[in-house]
C-alpha cells in the first residue's frame, strides 16, 4: 500500500510561486506514475499534471502550461508540484495521486491519494 501525503500550500498573491510536494511511503515509489488534481469548492476535482514513473514525460491540463511544472525524485520517494505566475483561479485544495506505469488524467485511473493542501491565490 502506498500513502501520500501533500505540504506546500499557503496563501499568496497573484503572480506569486508555490512549490508544492508529496511524500510517498514504500520502497516502490519509482514504479509508480503520479499526478495531481485539483478541487475547488462547488466544481469537480479536475487534472492539473502528471509524470511518468521514470520521470521522463509529463502532461500538463492546457491552463498551466508554461506556469506550473511537475518533477519526481525517487531517490527521496517525492513528487512535487511548482507553481508560478499564480491565478486566482488556481485556488484549490491540491492533492496528489498514484498509480502503477503509465501517466493517465482520469481520476479513476488513480488507486492512491493523499489528503490535500489547500492553495489560495488573492487577486
Do not use: H
Request: with cysteine; proline share 2%; glycine share 8%.
Amino acid at each position: 500500500q502506498v500513502q501520500l501525503v501533500e505540504s506546500g500550500g499557503g496563501l499568496v498573491q497573484a503572480g506569486a510561486s508555490l512549490r508544492l510536494s508529496c511524500a510517498a511511503s514504500g520502497r516502490t515509489f519509482s514504479n509508480y506514475a503520479m499526478g495531481w488534481f485539483r478541487q475547488a469548492p462547488g466544481k469537480e476535482r479536475e487534472f492539473v499534471a502528471a509524470i511518468n514513473w521514470s520521470g521522463d514525460r509529463t502532461y500538463y491540463k492546457d491552463s498551466v502550461k508554461g506556469r506550473f511544472t511537475i518533477s519526481r525524485d525517487n531517490a527521496k520517494y517525492t513528487v512535487s508540484l511548482q507553481m508560478n505566475s499564480l491565478k486566482p483561479e488556481d485556488s484549490a485544495v491540491y492533492y496528489c495521486a498514484a498509480r502503477i506505469f503509465a501517466l493517465a488524467t482520469k481520476i479513476d485511473a488513480y488507486d492512491y491519494w493523499g489528503q490535500g493542501t489547500q492553495v489560495t491565490v488573492s487577486s
